[in-house]
């Protein structure tokens, strides 16, 4: 167990629509971090974000936003679903920036 | 930008014997990380060991140990006495820690390996 937690663990949707991923971080880390792990992209790094400020942003969509709130857990919201967004989406923490440690992933699929 | 390559996409092995997973990574970078991490069939993303480029000494952990070759580029994993529960897919990652004030992991695309009874 990471310390890190996720929910949900599996999300079923349709095309078209909106969900909200959360994540916990590890008790006292600063950083949160958010990775897409699909079949035909790899894992990617979508958006990174230090003590509530968004520091880094890598391939994420447009239709794809995150936040982090004052207690630092993290949100990924996801609109105007499409069939490609199916993917398992990772949150990782960090304290110093040198080591992430991954949550067990939600499941997301879009039908 | 970096790029992390595992040219074997499949290996196997045998309870208890030794087994090398390969990794090539492109930087023009001199200080960064190296990681392993492991997804068994949990699919959770579990850290296997760290390597610092600035140290020349190879990381070890338990069973674990890499292979850092920094001139080469080269960042390989020992697993040694193979168990059943090593069975996972292994992805070697990268991370420059200045760049751009992220620190966002690059990864390979992965090598599943499977030990066999």
């Known amino acids: 167990d990471s310390g890190v937690t996720q929910t949900p663990k599996h999300l079923i949707t349709a095309t078209g629509q909106r969900v909200t991923l959360r994540c916990s971080p590890r008790?006292?880390?600063?950083?949160v971090y958010w990775y897409q792990q699909s079949l035909d992209q790899g894992l990617q790094f979508l958006i990174q974000y230090y003590n509530g400020e968004e520091r880094a942003k890598g391939n994420i969509l447009e239709r794809f936003s995150a936040q982090q709130f004052p207690d630092l857990h993290s949100e990924l919201n996801l609109s105007s679903l499409e069939l490609g967004d199916s993917a398992l989406y990772f949150c990782?923490?960090?304290?110093?920036?040198?080591?992430?440690?991954f949550g067990p992933g939600t499941r997301l699929t879009v039908l | 930008a970096q790029t992390v390559t595992q040219s074997q996409p499949e290996m196997s092995v045998q309870e208890a014997e030794t087994v090398t997973l390969s990794c090539t990574y492109d930087t023009s970078e001199s200080n960064y990380y190296l990681f392993w991490y492991k997804q068994p069939p949990s699919r959770q993303m579990i850290l296997v060991i760290r390597q610092e480029a600035y140290k020349q000494q190879n990381a070890t952990e338990n069973r674990f140990s890499v292979n850092f070759q920094k001139a080469a580029k080269s960042f390989s994993l020992k697993i040694s006495d193979s168990q059943l529960g090593d069975t996972a897919m292994y992805f070697c990652?990268?991370?420059?820690?200045?760049?751009?004030?992220?620190?966002?992991?690059?990864f390979g695309k992965g090598m599943k390996l499977t030990v066999n009874p």
């Open positions: 008790s006292g880390d600063l950083s």
């Open positions: 990652a990268f991370m420059n820690p200045l760049q751009g004030g992220s620190e966002k992991l690059v």
């Open positions: 990782a923490s960090s304290d110093r920036g040198d080591t992430q440690y």
